[in-house]
């Protein structure tokens, strides 16, 4: 019986599927352009608005939130009438890390704010002063330097107000008159006696600005009660920064805190004040003078901030209302 030889099946062909087409150059650049109108838009209500830290992340939270709801809507449409995400596909991908940002960002901020409000706390569980451990700011307010006010700001002073154009001044230019004298030790090891404010102040401002006064020439420094930071710097925080001591001791902050400003923000550009200038006008304690204090005698320590600052300056920079001024005035006059 003959058998034909073998003959190996031929193999099938592999069906072809057609490539889905992409999303069209029409609906890539309608989604882009939304996207950069409603970019604009969130920008311009921003900067019309408060323009602070807090309304940005919110803002960017809603933001990025819409687009990536919008560009994965857009995408299952596509993908229901047979198409692919194309050039979106980008699109998508840096709105989802924008929004993966925004949301970490709005955590820290979440954070920082929680420990305000601890320190608000325990400034208004602190001391004996008679006076409250807040201040609502609106426009501008003043307080001097009288013992009580001088133990409420050791204790921790809280500020609260709309924004960094809400001021609250802190005069301490009389504090000789209204404290008396204090001892001091000199570099060089010999003792005297100063009317410069002396001590700890503690602060927590939120949307104000908070100006402290100073006599003209007294030593003073950003820190905490461990020297955590030095002199050279006279503006803490700002619109687009929140700051706050946490539990390990370290100090958490969003944004840029000190700002070296040359002693006197509200005063003419060229302040007479420069903290590396005229030694008349600045703490020479680090510079080897025999006569000038051994250390700072104030120590201003801000244990928290959101979209608030603190600027120091000499009483001969101010343009501001200083406090006998202001209680001379009348309620017309203060508005």
């Known amino acids: 019986m003959m058998t034909s030889p073998y003959r190996p099946s031929e193999p099938q062909p592999k069906p072809r599927y057609a490539r889905r087409k992409p999303a069209g150059p029409i609906v890539v650049l309608v989604a882009v352009g939304a996207i950069f109108l409603s970019f604009a838009a969130v920008l311009m209500a921003w900067s019309y608005g408060s323009g602070d830290l807090e309304t940005l992340i919110g803002y960017g939270l809603v933001w990025t939130g819409a687009v990536c709801a919008v560009l994965g809507l857009l995408t299952v449409v596509l993908g229901c009438i047979g198409r692919r995400s194309g050039g979106l596909t980008p699109f998508s991908w840096i709105a989802a890390c924008l929004a993966v940002i925004v949301v970490f960002l709005g955590i820290a901020y979440s954070t920082v704010y929680r420990r305000m409000l601890d320190v608000r706390a325990q400034y208004a569980a602190a001391g004996d ?60 090891g010999g003792l005297g006696t100063s009317t410069c404010p002396a001590g700890l102040i503690r602060l927590a401002p939120y949307r104000t600005s908070v100006v402290v006064t100073i006599p003209d020439g007294c030593s003073w420094e950003f820190s905490d009660a461990n020297r955590w930071w030095v002199d050279y710097d006279d503006h803490f925080g700002g619109m687009w920064a929140a700051t706050a001591w946490n539990s390990w001791g370290g100090y958490d902050q969003i944004g840029p805190v000190l700002h070296d400003y040359s002693m006197g923000v509200y005063s003419s550009p060229d302040p007479i004040g420069d903290v590396e200038g005229d030694s008349g006008y600045n703490w020479v304690y680090d510079q080897g003078d025999a006569n000038a204090p051994a250390v700072p005698e104030l120590t201003i320590q801000v244990d928290a901030s959101a979209m608030g600052e603190v600027i120091v300056q000499y009483a001969s920079q101010n343009t501001l209302p200083t406090y006998d001024e202001w209680a001379g005035m009348t309620e017309d006059d203060h508005e």
């Open 129 to 188: 002063s008679g006076l409250a451990a807040g201040v609502n700011v609106h426009g501008y307010a003043v307080i001097g330097s009288d013992p009580a006010t001088v133990q409420r700001l050791g204790d921790g002073l809280w500020t609260q107000g709309d924004g960094t154009d809400d001021i609250l001044h802190i005069d301490l230019s009389e504090y000789g008159r209204d404290n008396g004298s204090h001892a001091v030790t000199y570099n060089g």
